[in-house]
């Protein structure tokens, strides 16, 4: 276990020179990950499947392109962690659900298909939460084992916390990005929706792609380099930007969003995020709150009820998906799906209607407000990762195992690009703060966040 | 082979009164459909499954429920054929393709699973080109064996034709619900893109499900008892109308489009659709056509390369799922279907990215020009179903086998709402005529096409 006070992470994007002149290899890269798997991830469990005989061979090609002065892109060796919910040509997609203990469809979702295409090493099948739900995996938390590294996107966010892999592949339905990279110390950006092909993964309307990473440079450059590749989701043009880190872009105003988690958040964390705003305003950035605009309100009161519509949303639209799994194999799934699953049947297709429409009224009131700030800013989760010791036999099941995605819900049914940085810490564990843009506003929000992890100090509290 | 002037469609709405009063029942109509079956079937080739004994199963109940005057919807015991690209918990979905021959998922799509619930009797899987593409099966066209019946939805328009079932689902992605039911003498619906819940068949971003029938009553009521129970695709508010086909509406004004097949077209057929809009124009009906309005001229130029839009689209949506079929078994898949991926792979991510612009150029004028008119009218297809021997081994593939999508691939890009009516016959054989609306007028363009069956007397060219 390494104290996240000691935290040294490992980035990619201040190696490559060394690649090029000799100095380093990609494949001398991959076998330091490889090292530091084989400390940590007895304890981490982060992944659920590792190639390393693939991964050597492709980081053998990659070190022979920097080489000869031809990479591919600037990730071309980069060891990469894919969430397994993902497909991949080389090894197994369990899903962290039993039912699919055997699946190897030996094929590879488009975002790998395009990083492999940019020459980046596919390492491991990272730990999901059961079919990216709340069931969670085998994962702890890379900072403190009897905590969740939260989810869906457990092995991802740990993996990279860990300094296993300088960056990782998760996905976020309501919270199963950010959530996780918030626990882990982690940089990620849940993009725009559609922003990246989510190849087969086309299960439900506010799901996305998005990298985990150690650094705003790893974390933008993997989604870029996907992106130009094979593209957003179907239909949508997706995620366009800057072909390197975009430049730090210091805003003028920010909406500071409370959301319906704000009675949640613990008085410690509350403090932190006040010293966050402070060095904002100390910096001349101008601090918009509910009380300040009858704007913010509005928003505020269009996502009081986030979590209920984003589960709403999502339950209905994995039911048959469900239902197929549940009939083919109940013993399978586990009891907190099945308990799902029951809710989404119990559903009428006006229900559902109702909570697509108040996520389209949500979703005008944040386009509407758009000329108000530059983006809007938040705690990413509602403050460090909570203790997660399993279920007790015999009670009921815990609610939230992976901890609350109360602070992800807004920008997973508004559809918004948000970036989330490792900007404080909570007795001693990670705790992320996140901005929330229009939109398409992926690299302007990567551009705000590159400003914000440049100038202001990391807040303990 | 009947020949198409003395078709008498099977229809199912009339019968339903003699279930209730005991005259006749669910289970009889059934073996009336296998009756037709035995004699038409071994010639149309429409099906690649037939489940025989569940369909006598789900008639029985259905026949019981109708005797104790408590059906489950209007549709209760209605024989349904559902297209073979579609999962079906009871018998195999095979997609057209050499690859799929032993796929076997036994779980219901949304709208199977939606008939299901409303009653209907799912009897038989109906043959489709090659995953949704061009590369035919077997079927052959019911009124004239040495032609297609177009495609993809062979079976379902074929079935429907031959009378062997009243009503079937198809898909479309460019052309595939309206062009085989314009060739077959169907009534289709083609939804607003999202009316009706694709489960599964998420693949591209405008492919619908939509119901083939030999009437618009049980054409309307096989897609509103989906919609009520399954809603629309994930995101979707999907169809939402009346309970029963809507009332007949009179046009005031309709625009007639061109689109880029009307060079193409026959000399008879351009008669025969010019003594269907002299009907309406004696009937009070004005008629806008790209001459007299400059918004028409705008649309049609919108829409001037529509297949080929449609084309990209497309085939790079699919390229990664088609990939993935392609390495796993190269042998599993057409030469026609690998050209299509090859063209697919040819393509950047800008390519798509132009693509999906132009489509969306096209739908501004088209929702711009909405006050114009009630509808857009035009050919459903460009002529009777075209002669289809086979392709010529040694000669290059033929482009189009199932017929020309040139006039369904505006309405596919659109987004558009269309419903085809069966009110032309040309050398013997039918050709369709479609009502094309505003996304979300699916009931509006029904009441139309209602009025013009009603109103129009069938043309003979």
């Known amino acids: 276990m390494t104290a996240y006070k000691d935290f040294k992470p490992l980035t990619f994007h201040d190696s490559t020179k060394g690649f090029r002149d000799g100095n380093d290899s990609a494949r001398a890269y991959l076998e330091r990950c490889l090292e530091t798997i084989a400390k940590r991830e007895p304890v981490v469990k982060a992944f659920t499947a590792i190639n390393e005989d693939g991964a050597r061979t492709a980081a053998d090609a990659s070190s022979a392109r920097w080489k000869a002065g031809k990479p591919l892109s600037p990730i071309d060796g980069m060891p990469v962690a894919i969430k397994d919910l993902l497909e991949t040509?080389?090894?197994?997609?369990?899903?962290?659900?039993?039912?699919?203990?055997?699946?190897?469809?030996?094929?590879?979702?488009?975002?790998?298909?395009?990083?492999?295409q940019a020459g980046a090493v596919i390492l491991a099948k990272?730990?999901?939460?059961?079919?990216?739900?709340?069931?969670?995996?085998?994962?702890?938390?890379?900072?403190?084992?009897?905590?969740?590294?939260?989810?869906?996107?457990?092995?991802?966010?740990?993996?990279?916390?860990?300094?296993?892999?300088?960056?990782?592949?998760?996905?976020?339905?309501?919270?199963?990005?950010?959530?996780?990279?918030?626990?882990?110390?982690?940089?990620?950006?849940?993009?725009?929706?559609?922003?990246?092909?989510?190849?087969?993964?086309?299960?439900?309307?506010?799901?996305?792609?998005?990298?985990?990473?150690?650094?705003?440079?790893?974390?933008?450059?993997?989604?870029?380099?996907?992106?130009?590749?094979?593209?957003g989701d179907r239909g949508a043009v997706g995620l366009v930007g800057p072909s390197t880190l975009p430049a730090a872009a210091k805003p003028s105003r920010l909406v500071v969003l409370e959301t319906e988690g704000w009675p949640e958040v613990d008085a410690a964390t509350k403090a932190g995020f006040e010293a966050v705003l402070k060095q904002l305003a100390e910096a001349g950035v101008t601090l918009i709150r509910r009380k300040d605009h009858p704007w913010v309100e509005a928003l505020e009161q269009s996502i009081a009820n986030g979590r209920a519509t984003c589960n709403g949303v999502t339950s209905w639209e994995?039911?048959?998906?469900?239902?197929?799994?549940?009939?083919?194999?109940?013993?399978?799934?586990?009891?907190?799906?099945?308990?799902?699953?029951?809710?989404?049947?119990?559903?009428?297709?006006?229900?559902?209607?109702?909570?697509?429409?108040?996520?389209?009224?949500?979703q005008r009131v944040h386009s509407t407000m758009a000329p108000l700030a530059d983006a809007a800013i938040t705690l990413a989760c509602p403050g460090p990762a909570p203790v997660w010791s399993g279920d007790v036999p015999g009670q009921p099941l815990a609610a939230r195992p992976t901890g609350d995605f109360v602070f992800n819900a807004p920008s997973s049914m508004l559809f918004a690009p948000v970036v989330t940085m490792p900007l404080m810490s909570v007795g001693g564990l990670p705790v992320g703060v996140q901005v929330m843009g229009q939109q398409h506003e992926d690299a302007r929000m990567t551009g705000l966040a590159r400003w914000m992890s440049e100038t202001l100090k990391p807040v303990s509290a």
């Not at 890379?142 to 296993?164: I, K, L, Q």
């Not at 990005?177 to 940089?187: K, S, T, V, W």
């Not at 119990?346 to 229900?351: E, H, N």
Request: proline share 6%; aromatic share 6%.
């Open 318 to 362: 994995n039911r048959w998906y469900q239902r197929g799994i549940v009939d083919n194999n109940p013993e399978g799934v586990s009891a907190r799906a099945k308990a799902t699953l029951a809710k989404a049947e119990a559903m009428s297709t006006d229900d559902y209607r109702m909570a697509l429409m108040a996520r389209e009224n949500a």
């Open 89 to 116: 040509k080389d090894m197994p997609t369990g899903m962290g659900c039993d039912a699919f203990k055997s699946n190897f469809p030996k094929r590879d979702n488009a975002a790998v298909w395009a990083l492999r």
């Open 126 to 231: 990272a730990v999901t939460a059961e079919l990216g739900g709340s069931h969670p995996g085998a994962t702890t938390n890379p900072f403190d084992a009897t905590r969740t590294p939260g989810g869906s996107s457990s092995g991802s966010a740990a993996a990279v916390g860990a300094n296993m892999v300088p960056a990782a592949i998760g996905t976020q339905v309501g919270g199963s990005i950010i959530r996780p990279a918030a626990y882990c110390g982690n940089y990620a950006l849940k993009p725009t929706q559609g922003g990246i092909n989510r190849g087969e993964r086309q299960a439900t309307s506010q799901s996305t792609h998005g990298p985990h990473a150690n650094s705003l440079q790893d974390m933008w450059q993997v989604a870029i380099e996907i992106a130009n590749r094979a593209g």
